[in-house]
C-alpha cells in the first residue's frame, strides 16, 4: 500500500492506496465523487479529465499514487469558479451536451481553454477539444459555447 | 394548435432549453456505473481468446473455485433465444456464458467475482482454459461458401435468413439503356456511446424481487428477458435504467452480462456490479453495419431510374441478439434500398450470413446508412455516366408530394413531404455552382475539392402491423402514458420509453404544455422503470416522440376534461363554460388554478362535486396512430470536401442538412440529433472500422486503433427545415432521432468521387481512409497505363 496525502477539492485527504490504483478510481470509488466519468480507461477519450495543481489530466491513466501532494479538482469542486459558471450556462444554451456523460470532462477541458487560450479561435477550440470525446452532439453546441465564453471573457 | 395555450410558448416548436442540463453539468447524473452498496461485489468476465473453438476445460485457479462461475455453475440460466417468423429463418441459442464451444473471440467463458474489479480480472487472469481450434469463417461473402466451416453445427449452412423479391424488368427493357453495375461494402463497426454497458443487480428479499439497475434503452425488454431466461415470474424483477451515457442501438438489446449479474445477486446474496470497458464494448459487443451490396441500376439516357436490382449481404455475427434478433437487418434493408424514389421494377435478394465475430446490433439508422450508401452512390455513378448533375437524378425520381400518401415499390406508406424540395435546398445551400466553378482551379497543395449529397426517406415510429409482419418477440401495441396532478398543482408525467440523450424529460414535458398550458418547469417527467411507468418496447425506431409524445398528449387531454368538470364546479358555472387556458380552468366568471383542483381532489375531498370524474387526477391513455405504418421523415444532405491525392487524405470543409422530421416538438433538440447522428455518420464514412483477422481476432480493440470523429473530424454543420405533418400522428410529429446518420456516408462517398472523377477514380468502401482512397487512385492510374499500353 501506499500512503497518500492529496487534496480534492480543498479538503485534504489521507489515504491508504495500492499501487496500481488509478486516480478516477480513487476520485469515484474511494471518495464517491461520481461526477468524474470513465469512458475508455485508456486516456484517449478525456472523460475522465480533472485538474491536477491546476491542468487537465486523464485521471484514468494516472496513478492516485502519482497524485500524492497535488491539488485535484473534479467536476464538483467548481462551484465558486467563474469561468466554469460561464461555461456551466454556455453549454445550457448552445445544447452542448445530450446524454451528459462526456460532460464533465469537456467542462474541465473547456475550462482549460478559456482561461489558457483567451485569443483562441474555432479552428484552435477544435483542435484544443480533440482529447475529449463526445459521441451525442457533433460538437456544434460544444464548441458554440466555448467560443461564446471566450468572446463574454474578452469584453 | 386547438388545445390550451403554452406558457410563455414552451409547449410545441418552442427551443426550450432542457430541463435535464443542470445535474449533468453539475457532475451530479446518476449513471448505473456510480452506484455502491455495503458488500457490492464486482463481475470480470474470462473472455474467449479465440474466434471459433470446442472447450477442452477449464481450470480454476486452487482456492479460487468460490469466486469463478461457468455455465456448468448457473444451472437454470437459459441461453437467450430470440424469437422471429420471418419465413426460412434460423433460430439458434445464445448462450449467457459459453457451453461446449466458442463462435467470437471476445464470448463470455466464465465469470470471476472479487471486491473489486482489479481483483475480479486477478482471479479471471488465473483461469485456464483449453481450447481445441477450429477454422474460423470471418468474412460474410466466404461464409456462404458450401466448404465454409459451420458457425452453428446443427445448420446446413451459414445463412441464417434470406429474402427474395422478383420482378419483371422486360417491361423497362427498352427504355431503360442504360445499366450501372457496382459492388458496394458498408464494414463493421462499433457503436461507442460514451457510457459503455454497465449493470447493478440486487435481489430485494423483501419484495422477493430482482432489483436491477442497467444502462439501458429498453427497461421493459430487459424485464421481459429477464423473467424469461432467468426464470423468474415477472413480478419478480424490476428494471430501472437511471441516466443513460448513450445508446444508439446497443443498449437496446439483452446482454448476457445482465443476465449473469441477475443470476449471481441471487445465488451469492450480495449486490452485483459490471461495468463493460471500453475494450469489451469495441470487440464483444455493439458490433453494427457490416453490409454488401452487389446492385444494378436501369435507367434512361436521360436519368430516369427504372429498375433496381440488388443482392444484399449481411454479417450478421455469431449469435441473434435479444429480442430484435439478427434477421432485421436483412428485412430492413430489403424494404429501404428503393429509398424515396419512384422505380417500375424492383428485385432484391438479402442474405443474411453467420461468422465467427461478435453478434451484429441495430445501429442508429439500422440497415439503412447501408442501403442509402449504395443506392446514393449509384446515382452518382448514373449521373457521372450520362452526364448529369446527381441532384437532377435525385429531384426527377422521388415520389412527388401530389402523390402522398404513396405506397412505394418497397411496400412502404410514405405519408406526407416534398422530397425533391429538401434536394433543391441542399444544393442551393451547398452553393454548387461556386463549388463546380472552383473545382476547375488547381490549389496549390495538391488538394482536389469535391461535392456530393445523399437523401434518403426513413419510416419512423412504425408500430403493431410493422413488427408483427417481421415476427420478432417485440411488437409495439399501444403507448401509453399516465399523468397524475400532484396536490400542489404541478404534474407527474409517466412514460414507458427511455431517454438517454434525447431531452425527453423537457420534449415531453413541452407536450403536457401544449395540451394544459402547464409550465414545463412543473412537469417531473419519469422514465427507464417497469416498477413506475406503463409497459413499453423502449426507445429505439426514432419512435418516442411520436408514440410517448402523443399518448402524453392523449392522457393530458383527459385530465384536461376531469380537471374542468372540477373547476367548473368550485366557480359555480355549466361544465360548458370551462376550458384550460394556461394551466388553470378559466371560464367567464374567473379562474381556478391547478393547485387548487390539486387541493380539493386530495385534501379537501368533501369539495368535489357529484358528477366528478370516480378516476380522479390521474389518468393513463394509450396511443397508436392509425395507419401505424409508419411517419416517414426524410432529408438531403449535402457536402464538400477537399481531398489530398498524395496522402488520400479526406476532410469535410462544408454540411448542410435539409430535414423534414414533420411537427418540430423542440428544434434545438432535433438539430442536436441530428448533427450528432451526422458525426456519427462522418465517423462511418472516413474513420471508424471494426477489424477482425482471418483467425477472427479483433484488430480495434482500444480508440488508439478504433478512431472516433473528433472535434477536429466534424464541420459546423448548416441546418434548415421543412415542417410536412403527418397526416397519421398527434400533431403531425415525425420520429427523428436516428435520420441524422443515414445519409453522411453516401454523401461524403459521392463527395470523394465526385473530386476523383478527373482521376476516373471511385470509392465503394467505408470507411474512406487514406489507405483506400490512395488505393483507388492508384488503381484508376494503373488501368489507364494499362489501356495506353
Given at each position: 500500500m501506499t500512503e497518500l496525502s492529496i487534496n480534492i477539492n480543498g479538503e485534504h485527504i489521507k489515504a491508504d492506496v495500492e499501487p496500481r490504483l488509478s486516480l478516477a478510481d480513487f476520485i469515484r470509488d474511494r471518495q464517491r465523487l461520481t461526477g468524474t466519468h470513465l469512458g475508455c480507461e485508456h486516456g484517449v477519450c478525456g472523460a475522465c479529465t480533472v485538474l491536477m495543481n491546476g491542468e487537465p489530466v486523464r485521471s484514468c491513466i494516472t496513478f492516485a499514487a502519482v497524485a500524492d501532494g497535488s491539488e485535484i479538482t473534479t467536476i464538483e469542486g467548481f462551484d465558486q469558479d467563474e469561468p466554469m459558471a460561464q461555461l456551466r450556462q454556455a453549454f445550457h444554451e448552445n445544447h452542448a451536451l445530450q446524454c451528459g456523460y462526456c460532460t464533465p470532462g469537456m467542462l474541465v477541458a473547456a475550462r482549460d481553454i478559456v482561461t489558457r487560450l483567451p485569443d483562441a479561435d474555432e479552428d484552435r477550440v477544435r483542435l484544443e477539444l480533440a482529447g475529449n470525446l463526445c459521441r451525442c452532439t457533433g460538437y456544434v453546441g460544444i464548441v458554440k459555447a466555448i467560443l461564446s465564453v471566450l468572446e463574454q471573457r474578452r469584453i | 394548435m386547438a388545445d390550451g395555450g403554452s406558457v410563455d410558448g414552451k409547449g410545441i416548436g418552442a427551443r426550450v432549453l432542457r430541463k435535464e442540463d443542470a445535474r449533468h453539468l453539475a457532475g451530479k447524473g446518476k449513471f448505473t456505473s456510480d452506484f455502491k452498496r455495503p458488500g457490492q461485489k464486482e463481475m470480470a468476465f474470462v473472455r474467449a481468446s479465440v474466434a471459433h473453438a470446442h472447450i477442452k476445460s477449464i481450470v480454476k485457479p486452487a482456492g479460487y473455485e468460490h469466486a469463478i462461475f461457468t455455465s456448468e455453475d448457473l444451472p437454470g440460466l437459459k441461453p437467450m433465444r430470440a424469437l422471429s417468423k420471418l419465413p426460412g429463418y434460423k433460430l439458434s441459442d445464445y448462450p449467457a456464458l459459453a457451453a461446449?464451444?466458442?463462435?467470437?473471440?471476445?464470448?463470455?467463458v466464465a465469470v470471476c467475482v472479487a471486491d473489486s474489479r482489479a481483483d475480479a480480472e486477478d482471479i479471471a487472469q488465473m483461469v485456464e482454459v483449453e481450447y481445441d481450434i477450429l477454422p474460423a469463417v470471418t468474412d460474410m461473402l466466404a461464409a456462404k461458401k458450401p466448404d465454409a466451416p459451420l458457425v452453428h453445427d446443427e445448420w446446413e449452412d451459414n445463412i441464417v435468413f434470406e429474402t427474395f423479391s422478383d420482378d419483371d424488368f422486360q417491361k423497362i427493357a427498352d427504355e431503360a439503356t442504360v445499366v450501372i453495375r457496382r459492388e458496394y461494402r458498408m464494414n463493421r463497426q462499433a457503436m461507442n456511446p460514451m457510457e459503455g454497458k454497465a449493470v447493478f443487480a440486487e435481489w430485494d428479499d423483501r419484495q422477493d424481487q430482482l432489483m436491477m439497475w442497467t444502462s439501458t434503452q429498453v427497461p421493459h425488454l430487459i424485464r421481459n428477458g429477464l423473467a424469461e431466461f432467468l426464470d423468474l415470474e415477472q413480478r419478480q424483477v424490476r428494471v430501472i435504467a437511471p441516466d443513460v451515457g448513450g445508446g444508439f442501438g446497443c443498449k437496446a438489446l439483452l446482454q448476457p452480462e445482465e443476465l449473469v449479474a441477475g443470476y449471481l445477486t441471487r445465488k451469492l446474496e450480495c449486490p452485483i456490479r459490471w461495468i463493460e470497458d471500453r475494450r469489451e464494448h469495441l470487440v464483444t459487443g455493439a458490433n453494427c453495419r457490416e453490409h454488401h451490396y452487389q446492385i444494378t441500376l436501369h435507367a434512361t439516357p436521360d436519368g430516369r431510374m427504372l429498375g433496381l436490382d440488388c443482392d444484399v449481404t449481411v454479417d450478421a455475427g455469431a449469435y441473434s441478439v435479444y429480442p430484435f434478433t439478427n434477421g432485421l437487418e436483412g428485412a430492413m434493408a430489403h424494404g429501404n434500398l428503393p429509398g424515396p424514389y419512384n422505380f417500375k421494377a424492383y428485385k432484391c435478394r438479402t442474405q443474411t450470413t453467420v461468422t465467427n465475430k461478435p453478434g451484429l446490433m441495430p445501429y442508429r439508422g439500422v440497415a439503412r446508412p447501408g442501403v442509402c450508401f449504395a443506392m446514393e452512390m449509384t446515382i452518382d455513378a448514373l449521373a457521372r455516366e450520362i452526364g448529369m448533375e446527381a441532384h437532377e437524378i435525385r429531384m426527377k425520381n422521388m415520389v412527388p408530394e401530389s402523390a402522398m400518401p404513396f405506397m412505394s415499390i418497397a411496400k412502404k406508406h410514405f405519408d406526407s413531404g416534398n422530397y425533391a424540395k429538401s434536394v433543391e435546398m441542399a444544393v442551393d445551400m451547398i452553393g454548387l455552382e461556386k463549388v463546380r466553378a472552383s473545382q476547375g482551379v488547381p490549389t496549390d497543395d495538391g488538394r482536389i475539392i469535391g461535392v456530393g449529397m445523399g437523401s434518403y426517406v426513413e419510416q419512423t415510429a412504425h408500430g403493431t402491423s410493422v413488427f408483427s409482419s417481421w415476427g420478432v418477440a417485440m411488437v409495439p401495441g399501444y403507448e401509453q402514458a399516465t399523468v397524475r396532478l400532484t396536490p400542489d398543482g404541478g404534474l407527474e408525467l409517466r412514460i414507458g420509453v427511455q431517454s438517454h440523450g434525447q431531452g425527453m424529460e423537457t420534449s415531453m414535458a413541452q407536450m403536457a404544455c401544449e395540451v394544459l398550458?402547464?409550465?414545463?418547469?412543473n412537469v417531473m417527467v419519469t422514465h427507464g422503470d417497469t416498477g413506475l411507468t406503463p409497459y413499453s418496447t423502449g426507445t429505439y425506431a426514432s419512435r418516442s416522440m411520436v408514440m410517448a409524445g402523443g399518448a402524453t398528449a392523449r392522457a393530458c387531454r383527459v385530465l384536461a376534461e376531469r380537471m374542468e368538470i372540477i373547476g367548473a364546479h368550485l366557480m359555480q358555472c355549466e361544465r360548458t363554460e370551462v376550458s384550460i387556458a394556461g394551466g388553470k380552468v378559466v371560464s367567464g366568471k374567473g379562474e381556478v388554478s391547478f393547485a387548487e383542483i390539486g387541493r380539493v381532489w386530495?385534501?379537501?375531498?368533501?369539495?368535489?362535486?357529484?358528477?366528478?370524474?370516480?378516476?380522479?387526477?390521474e389518468v393513463t391513455m394509450g396511443y397508436r396512430p392509425e395507419p401505424d405504418s409508419g411517419a416517414f421523415t426524410y432529408a438531403s444532405h449535402a457536402c464538400k470536401i477537399s481531398l489530398d491525392v498524395e496522402t488520400g487524405k479526406v476532410k469535410v470543409l462544408d454540411y448542410v442538412i435539409v430535414e423534414d422530421c414533420?411537427?418540430?416538438?423542440?428544434p434545438m433538440i432535433v438539430e442536436g440529433q441530428t448533427f450528432g447522428g451526422a458525426t456519427q455518420g462522418i465517423g462511418t464514412a472516413l474513420l471508424e472500422e471494426s477489424l477482425y483477422d482471418e483467425m477472427g481476432n479483433p484488430g480495434a480493440s482500444t480508440f488508439a486503433d478504433y478512431m472516433m470523429p473528433s472535434a477536429t473530424d466534424a464541420p459546423m454543420y448548416r441546418v434548415d427545415h421543412m415542417e410536412s405533418p403527418s397526416p397519421f400522428t398527434e400533431y403531425g410529429i415525425k420520429g427523428m432521432g436516428e435520420g441524422g446518420t443515414i445519409p453522411t456516408p453516401a454523401a461524403i462517398g459521392n463527395a470523394i468521387n465526385d473530386a476523383l472523377k478527373q482521376i476516373g477514380a471511385e470509392v465503394m468502401e467505408t470507411p474512406f481512409t487514406p489507405r483506400r482512397v490512395r488505393a483507388a487512385i492508384e488503381a484508376a492510374r494503373d488501368r489507364k497505363e494499362g489501356e495506353a499500353a
Open positions: - | 461446449g464451444k466458442v463462435r467470437f473471440a471476445g464470448e463470455p398550458g402547464i409550465d414545463p418547469d386530495y385534501l379537501n375531498p368533501d369539495e368535489l362535486p357529484e358528477d366528478v370524474d370516480q378516476g380522479g387526477v414533420g411537427t418540430i416538438v423542440n
